[in-house]
């Protein structure tokens, strides 16, 4: 079993300006010149840490292209990708939407190659060169919809490869799994009438975007059913997101029967996120992924693509990867999670009745699932 | 009305080294040097948009001055004194007790001048110079206990404050409101058989430290009573948090009939900070001191003092911050918090009943104070 | 006698972007978003110095305003002001006329404060509130000429300065001593053919702006003799400095006769800083600003008025200020120069001949001064 | 021919802690915590621009091994080595023996990593895996002599690879070029009575360390003429720096027929770096390295590694490496120095008499060189 690993210091030349937190400096407004959340810093070190942990041996480095118009369009419309190509193009850069997601100058072919890394994983797998891979990609997807940019994201790296598994390599159903914190709104809305492509997002309950993501939310047409979402309560943990993974993502999988899993790693519900309320761990990152790389070997020859998306803590975000690579490669490095011993009261929180019935409501609807 | 602030951008040069989040740098541990999360920078960002907001005019502004080893030697030993002198002398300095409270050489005269700017406050309010105050001091102090420093706290600043309030000052009875995100732990532990001083403690239940803050801390001996905690659940918010000041802080303190009120404003319980998952806005930290300052009215000719604890978002913790100066001054400036959209659907819940629980065990304590 | 200081945060908010050193990010090029050299650190660590060291204490702080359009309108054209107005209410701000002056979303209003906050020195100092003054402001002004910015220069802030003190406090002669390591060409070429206003720039030679500030350019018209230049070359330290002080500054000021002395105080010329070649120390900005304080004292009730202009070495500026600072005021704080030692060695260079022939020849025009 | 490149991200772990510029953060001295001027931020955009550039692709990616214990005292002393390893293992660091060389937690390990990556170079050059090689490792090593570090250095990367080189692969004769800024003082020291090792270091005159680096000192012994210096005065450029590669280095080299040339490519000399006042550009790398290229492939078929050493611009150092690194591989990137043009007039300078004098008195010492 091999694992591919795409990476490229272009991904941390992406620029998302001199904004404070989400929101462009307005010293008007009060607005200090600051940085943007979603800079490269976190990235950055958890490709360091990817390096110096060792387990960069243990990977297979693709080396990313950028996507092509023909594999952007199958996804995005012609106006969108021309958006984001103008805004690019500015000397000052703009914004790929909804005024939260920043376009540095040259962002367009950034956002390019973040696709391109992903299609480069995908051909990987399907040519047999490797089980399973991660693109450590920036910027991220999962909010960018057909026709607009938001979320911090310009691209869909994900639809896009799912796409091109569908397209290119004759994987008839894939699956995408998305944890990211924040609902993988652009990604369920691509997909929405597709029965091909099962999208399950687990995240906070109403965080971003506002009023999306419940569990009515259930694909339309001939899709209906193959959109499945846990909106799971703010401060939710490590026993809550096992459980929606043992009651909605494996069953879910496991009757959708997929050529090809894709997981949005978002690691913005971890315990130290400033972007979302959620309580995750290592170790749930580690759990979560043990769950998926069994489902990917049970039903798919293990098959598993895993896309980077949120994670804002800079000191946090390099460990949660790390364990999910670990997992994908089967490997374990000297390293371990210096800060588990911090916060292993408090995450330790049972299952609360609260959130085990956001999740039962969604274990109801796995069986629409054929 | 008056308003004091105490400043000193000593305070910003207190050293928490090249630690990565909470840990100490350790490279052979995969733990790559960075930024400690208590570094100057969201203190920075408060002072300045306190001054570029136009608060600061409306400011009395007070020098502080060090505390002197009497004044220390009120709350602490005299050997946690000398611990955080001994360690603030060495040239790469230390920690002040638990291991993840760094002492930076010098710290130990930035410590003094940071309890020394509350005893300035205290003794303007006694003077009738001022009616409240803020004392925006670094480093923090409400879990620092009689004789050790922990959780970035290297000296109590507010209990020595008390003190200094019931000894020179003679106001005989203190209650002290911390509404951190974190147990104020250290302040409890140091009045827990003190009927004078009344502390109240708002945080997530059993974030830190760990296993502290229960409902059932409620004093010792005479103190009985007079020690009292609402530790509210992960992702608890808005409604939770005006619930619980509702119920138990204001009618607590209108039984205590405090002569000074002060307040551990730390700013950590906001929906961006990264150091704990609560879910509070501008709004709530506004509100909450909206009911403070009128408790204050009522019961104590309007004596307030905050000193600024816990806060970790560079971005938010200043508006938080203003929000507060703007209601203990009775003014509002031209800067209204811009990130109150973006955050206005899921910080709008309403409360919950394992968030009511927790209150109204709390609640049900009050009546012990006499 | 009492030295006036002017200081605001929003100098700090004047946001340069995500410029590599000099340049505009650039991915596509090979340039990595990065901070702009003309950055906040150096003056806010300037400001937080003069705090600490206690020198604040002795300084009378005086609350800066913006400059009106009158005000700028002496010095600069309608369509420069109108330009940097409209560059400044773009989203991502712009430029101020030779690409390499970021003007940031809202740097307008902030680059009228910086004007003004000398205007209001200028008028404490007529008052008679204080006999001497310095301005840390930012965006700096010496290279903005009538009708463009350059060089980081938005507005020509000690130029509208010189104006007010002429056309409002009657003073007739203003000279104005430039030591920035590079030409101050903006205000050279304002008051080119005025013999009211005499320049004096000491730089580097064909530094920046390139083929600038020669012996040879030497005012015109009525002018002419009321320029003058020291185009020292690269590597020149304190003995050349103040050999041309000694040779040439103080001559020509002495021959002037000035109502008021203004000085573009770039402490650039110093021995760490990455935008200039010179090797000052903070004994020599000391030295020389004891010559000034003296000639003022001689020829004008010591009115001395200086602008902050270049700097960008964020750990020596401080120091070189706080030097000046200390002679301005006539008083030394407990803080001596940690550099010192150092560069001790390289920096007790001779004047070598190569230097004094520039000098010389420097010298040779003071005649024509009248 | 191949180009070899070295490089670990753990060189970036290598922690030089809160010190201001060079001296370690100190508040009661005034001296406000910050970064030290040597800090990983100029290597790492280096590294990303090699990347992001496409140079990458061109290079043979060597993976650095530690030094063993054996290897370290062919150049260190016991004492010394356990001096650094000491120092790395206290939890807040200390120094490498001046007070001026931070030795962070676990940097002994980092160090031998650094020292690792030059022997892994210079057995590749060996067995001939490749022609020449560029290790673009952290901490620095040419000021470091056999019993002390200093100047940043620990260990003395280059020197250990010379003996390496001698030891194992019996190159009987090795030259080491420096053109660091700053004298390879402790390079010189460990070689200076042997005449089997060539060192040649084109420094700033009196800069670092005070009073080294004379052209009088020649070598001693056996050694007598096996060291060179030139000492250049500060402010020198472009046409110093080539004059002084043709007149000294280049016949030097000739008459010493190496059987491998090192190059300490401190890149400090360049017209922006902080640390220096030298006024080089990347045509001046680029071409000093072309003439090295073309000595050892006429003297040595090809052989030359370079070390990094110094280089504190974060934003001009990469194009310095990568102009070295394109000659090296004998490639160009599409990636062209951006600044060229913002320096072209000063950098333009001629060869100075004062400049000539010091090249002409050490070009007389070459022919002591047999
Ligand atoms: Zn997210
Ligand atoms: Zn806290
Ligand atoms: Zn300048
Ligand atoms: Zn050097």
Redesign the interface.
Known sequence: MTTGYVF???Y????T??S???????????????VH?ENPEAKR?T???I???GLL?ELLVIEPRRATMTELLRVHTPAHVQHIRTQSD?????DAGDG?SPV????Y??ARLAAGGLLALVTAVADGDITNGYALTRPPGHHATADTGMGFCLLNNLAIAARHAQTVHGMGRVAIVDWDAHHGNGTQAIFYPDPTVLTISLQ?????P??SGWTHENGIADGTGYALNVPL?????HAAYLHAMRQVVIPALDRFRPDLILLANGVDAN?????A???LTTSTYRAMTRLLVDAADRLCHGRLIAAHEGGY????T?YCVLAVLEELTGTT???TD??AT?V???TA?PL???QQDVIDEAAHLVSRID
């Open positions: 490229h210091h272009a941390l030349w992406h620029d300006g001199t404070a937190g989400l929101l462009p400096a307005d010293p008007a407004a009060g607005i200090q010149p600051a959340i070190r490709h360091e840490l390096h110096v942990s041996r500015r000397r000052g850069g703009g939260y540095g100058h040259g962002s072919d950034i906070q309950a109403n965080c971003f506002p009023d309560p703010a401060g939710s943990g315990v130290f996120d400033p972007m309320r959620q309580m803590s800079p000191f946090y390099p490095t000297r390293v210096p800060f911090v292993a009261a408090y929180e609360r009745p609260h």
